[in-house]
Structure formats: structure tokens, C-alpha cells
């Protein structure tokens, strides 16, 4: 019989205090919930771990499953958990609305509606002013391109490669993830470009993006110049001179590739690509899904890191802080082409989602939250980078604020991924040891590190102290 390997690494991470009391778990045994999941529950509805977690309660940066034992999320969600699980001031609103009016759909005014409006288009530059009220990410992103076909009479759509727009028909087109992608028609007037990732792609050096953390790949660039950038927007040129018709309707990119593990693009990329575009007669779509909201820290939306001004923003996920709500926000031009005909949308817009939405902006600002993420996410990723430089297998740390990948391979030279078992290994260490993390990447070979915004120092230090642990394991395992 083999002996189940014990590891001589103990961790001296000690997990930062937390006055909060769960409830005691009153509802079914974990046997019977698993049979349930068997049984009644989808079966692509695939669960993290080996032993899937039954959680319980949440508060703030805090989970709690149903043995009442308590985990740092540092996914919070699928980047979901903007300002912290059952933040106070947003269940307080939500809780005083319910009392008050759930829904009348938007065919009647109702002051949230308004409000939340007002108050969500004052953060976004001229002249993105409109605002449609949708229900998830890929609705949003749905209806953006429906949007830009509509507006330019084009068709023809352009993402890249690697990027996640949504798993509905429509959007899986623009998604360009092998794992989503079904066996059935999809994609018609859609066109993919090369990723100009700086660390996996063909191109990229120690000065390419904007983060505090580089790769680790040379550089020979002088002052001002970026051959990386170059050579990305030439394959981007020769997409459009191969792949679409003369006019396009436009293109969509997420300021910051979330689903593929943290990508980030040489520094101008966008700008110039921006420019390409609208050459065309397309207009530019930024997906701030998982970067809007102040997760980059230095700015609310991902695209202001790039110095760009979209034509057309969709948000989703941290919007409503677990609230299954979204939006579009476009001009009053673009805007106007729906209203040629009807478009509805029963719950874009329902009373309680909207003041759920305008507590979230409430608290984001009133905590500080856009301003910890940049203090918290740097000093993370910097901690962070000390293990790149000590493991072998760490091959990239990345990010800009609380939007982390640390990017795992077998080598440095090769950039490999490190395998799908070795890298369970290490995620499970973790989560054994109380720290939550997500996966991504083409070969699930990254980790993703998007916490709640809330976060603070001490859980950093915590969290960055159990990856430490987890890798010494891993790597005491392999020897």
C-alpha cells in the first residue's frame, strides 16, 4: 500500500483576525447537498476542488463554510465582490427597498432607475453619457455588438485571441477560449487578432506593460519605442487586411484579459488599435466586466489606464457586488439607433437592482476602495514577484491593482505551462491552508488573485505567505 506523502513544510502564516460570527449551518448534510448537485443540478456547472466547498456565510473578505471554518477570497466570485461579501450599507439599501417596491420593469419611471443613472454615467467621460441596464456580462456584451452593427450597418466584429466576452450564442463568437467553444455554429461576422501578450507571445520585453511588476524577458528598446507594441499592431493590420471587409462594425477588448489569466498589452497598444478601428468605420468597445469599478487602482476604468475613450462600455460583475445586474454605457448617437425599433428588457433596470448599484458606487467611494486596491494590489504584486524570482516554476507575476495572474510554468526558458495536476497540487495546498484562488489561462496555468476590494495588508502578507508554503511543498514533492 502507498504511503500517503506528508510534507516537512509547515506554514507560519497565522490568517488575520476576524470578529464576525457566522450563523450555525442549519440546512441539508454535505452528502445530501452532493447528491442534489448530481442529480438535479446541470452538470457544466463544474465545482472548484477536489472536495467541493459548501459555503455557508460571507462577510466582507470572508467565507465561511457550512463546519463554520473561514477562507480569505481572493476571487471573490469570479471578480464579482466588489466592495465585500454582505457589504453593510449595500444590504442595508437592498433590505429597505425590498420593503418598498421590487419591480414595475421600466415601462413606469421609479426614482432607482434615475438615480442610479445620474449617478453612474458622472463617472464616465464625455461623451459616454447613456446608459441601458441589462442583467449579466454577456447580455452586456451582447448588446454592445448588436449595438455597433446597428450604428455602422457593418458586421464584421474583431476580438482577440484568448479573450472571454460571454457564453451566450452571440457572444461566443468574440470568445476565444477553446474550453467554452460547443460544437454548433458560431462566430459568423466574427474575426480573431493575435493576443499581444508580452509574456506567452511571440513579442515582449522589461518595460512593455503597466504594472509594477515586468516580465522577465529582455529588452533592447530605446527611449519611447516599443518594438513589442510594433510588431502587435502589425499583426493587428494584417487582420484587417485579411480576415474583415473594408468597414467593420468593431472591435472589443478587455482592458486587461481576466478569464485568460491577468493578460496585460504593451503600453499604447490600445491607442493605436483604437485609431485602426475607427479608420474602418468601426467603433471601440471596451469590456470593463471584470476591470471597471476601481479594481485597477490607479483609475476606475481599465480603459483609463490606456488613455482611451471607447465608444461603447460594458460592465458587469463587480457592478453589483453579487446582484446579477449590468450595463451598457454608450453615446447618445450610438444609443439612439435602438430606439429605430423596440428593445426591451424586462429586469434591465428593476428597482432593487438599481439602488444595489448606487450603494456599491456609495461604498466604493465612502471605503476608499479604488485607492486600497492600488495600495493592497502593489504591494501584493510586488510581495508576489520576490517568489517569482525564487521559484523556478513562477514564471510571470502581473497585474495593476487587485487584478493579479501569477502565471505558472516548468521552466522559465521554455515558458511551458506547469501541468494541470501540479498546478491542483498547489491550488488545493492553499485552499487547505485558508486562501481562496481562482484558475485561468489557455492550459489553466495561472492564478487568478482578485479579491474583494476591501482586502487589506495583513490578509496580503497571509495570502502571500501560504502561496510561499504551497510552493515549498510543491516543490519538495517534485525533488
Known sequence: MQQKWKSSVSTQAKMPPCN??????????????????????????????KKPLLLHQGHMQWLFDYEGRRYLDLFAGIVTVSVGHCHPKVTMATQKQLDRLWHTSNIFMHPSIHEYAEKLTALLPHPLKVVYLTNSGSEANDLAMFMARLYTRNFDIIAFRGAYHGGSPYTLGLTSVGLYKHGVANGFGCATTMLPDVFRGPWGGSHCRDSPVQTVRKCSCSEGVCHANTQYIEQLKDTLNTSVPKTIAGFIAEPIQGVNGTVQYPRGFLKEAYQLIRERGGVCISDEVQTGFGRTGSHFWGFQTHGVVPDIVTMAKGIGNGF??????????IASCLAQNLHFNTFGGNAVACVVGAAVLDAIEEDGLQKNSEDVGTYMLLELSKLRDKFEIVGDVRGKGLMIGVEMVRDKESRHPLPAEEMSQIWEDCKDMGVLIGRGGLYSQTFRIKPPMCITKKDAEFAVEVFHTALQRHMERTA
Open 20 to 49: 464576525f460570527v457566522p450563523e450555525k449551518y442549519e440546512s441539508y448534510p454535505y452528502e445530501r447537498m452532493q447528491k442534489i448537485r448530481e442529480q438535479n443540478i446541470s452538470p457544466s456547472l463544474r465545482m472548484y476542488y
Open 324 to 333: 446579477p445586474m449590468a450595463a451598457v454605457v454608450t453615446t447618445k448617437e
